[in-house]
């Protein structure tokens, strides 16, 4: 029904940038959250950063002032620009989003298939 592709990630040195991109195709008839989490090896997937129809933006207080979530509604796509990258923030980058697929409100709830982000001198 939805699709959800990610796109951006890479290697890149200590103090650098990344964005990502995450585009929702398929039934969309409205976004109620995207959002980003993360995976690293050997540790629970968490979360990043979501922002909501509303506006409402929620970050983990790890990226706080370094990483900044936004929407493109026209485009059903979500940003995460990713600043003064640590090795710490090395870590498989998830997309999520709740999808409102039909006039009576249905949803999808699911997650895109997950891009590489490797912070490394």
């Known amino acids: 029904q939805v699709q959800l592709v990610e796109s951006g990630g890479g290697l890149v040195q200590p103090g650098g940038s990344l964005r990502l991109s995450c585009a929702a195709s398929?039934?969309?008839?409205?976004?109620?959250?995207m959002g980003w989490y993360r995976q690293a090896p050997g540790e629970q997937r968490e979360l990043v950063a979501t922002?909501?129809?509303?506006?409402?933006?929620n970050y983990a207080d790890a990226v706080k002032g370094r990483f900044t979530i936004s929407l493109d509604v026209a485009k059903n796509t979500v940003y995460l620009q990713m600043n003064s990258l640590k090795p710490d923030d090395t870590a498989v980058y998830y997309c999520?989003?709740?999808?409102?697929?039909?006039?009576?409100?249905?949803?999808?709830w699911g997650w895109g298939q997950g891009t590489q982000v490797t912070v490394s001198s």
């Open positions: 398929g039934s969309v008839f409205s976004i109620n959250d």
């Open positions: 922002i909501f129809s509303d506006g409402r933006i």
């Open positions: 999520n989003a709740e999808i409102v697929i039909d006039s009576d409100a249905s949803t999808w």
